[in-house]
T-cell receptor, first 110, second 114 residues
Framework: RKEVEQDPGPFNVPEGATVAFNCTYS??????FFWYRQDCRKEPKLLMSVYSSGNEDGRFTAQLNRASQYISLLIRDSKLSDSATYLCVVWVQAGTALIFGKGTTLSVSS | ETGVTQTPRHLVMGMTNKKSLKCEQH?????MYWYKQSAKKPLELMFV???????ENNSVPSRFSPECPNSSHLFLHLHTLQPEDSALYLC?????????????FGPGTRLTVL
């Protein structure tokens, strides 16, 4: 089983749509979780951290389900500028590096 | 944004060439990383340096040789590469390696091996 798994997509949605991405991780000892965003031919950048209680940043909502070992990202009112690849990232413990998923590609069209 | 810079941005090399990739971070971070990103694959961690000491090497072939002369600079020396080594090579830095800190990436070097 891969350490971090994501549906690669692509997800093609119209502007204004709500879209959700899920991610599962294999190591139950994982401590920290993040969503990074990578635009086409650009470097990944942190979008938001994911907290146990769930957290929201504008149109973006991230949730964590430790029992099922999955993380989700919800994007409301999609904009053209949201088109990118969204990377699910997990950190297990001190002394180890971040583990990146393959990413889910989102394409928002007018 | 110029927090992490990489040069060159694009590189084409033959299998017998020797070249080096350069990364510089201006964020005062203590940890630096080299990643390889190939199409349809997740980011692959290659090397990790913490305070200029190599702390992790994920079984990378010896044709890739990292160098970290100080906490702000990181190099990746390349020699006798194979066509399958063609990929985007990303450098990143973070405040500390062991705390799961946010990683800041450079723009990457797109490498093509002929």
């Amino acid at each position: 089983r891969k350490e971090v798994e994501q549906d690669p997509g692509p997800f093609n949605v119209p502007e204004g749509a709500t879209v959700a991405f899920n991610c599962t991780y294999s190591n139950s000892a994982s401590q920290s979780f993040f969503w990074y965003r990578q635009d086409c031919r650009k470097e990944p950048k942190l979008l938001m951290s994911v907290y146990s209680s769930g957290n929201e940043d504008g149109r973006f909502t991230a949730q964590l389900n430790r029992a099922s070992q999955y993380i989700s990202l919800l994007i409301r009112d999609s904009k053209l500028s949201d088109s990118a690849t969204y990377l699910c990232v997990v950190w297990v413990q001190a002394g180890t590096a971040l583990i990146f998923g393959k990413g889910t590609t989102l394409s928002v069209s007018s | 944004e110029t927090g992490v810079t990489q040069t060159p941005r694009h590189l084409v090399m033959g299998m017998t060439n020797k070249k080096s990739l350069k990364c510089e971070q201006h964020l005062g971070h203590n940890a630096m990383y080299w990643y390889k990103q190939s199409a349809k694959k997740p980011l692959e961690l290659m090397f990790v340096y913490s305070l200029e000491e190599r702390v992790e090497n994920n079984s990378v072939p010896s044709r890739f040789s990292p160098e970290c002369p100080n906490s702000s600079h990181l190099f990746l020396h390349l020699h006798t590469l194979q066509p399958e080594d063609s990929a985007l090579y990303l450098c990143a830095s973070s405040q500390e390696r062991q705390l799961g800190d946010t990683q800041y990436f450079g723009p990457g070097t797109r490498l093509t091996v002929l």
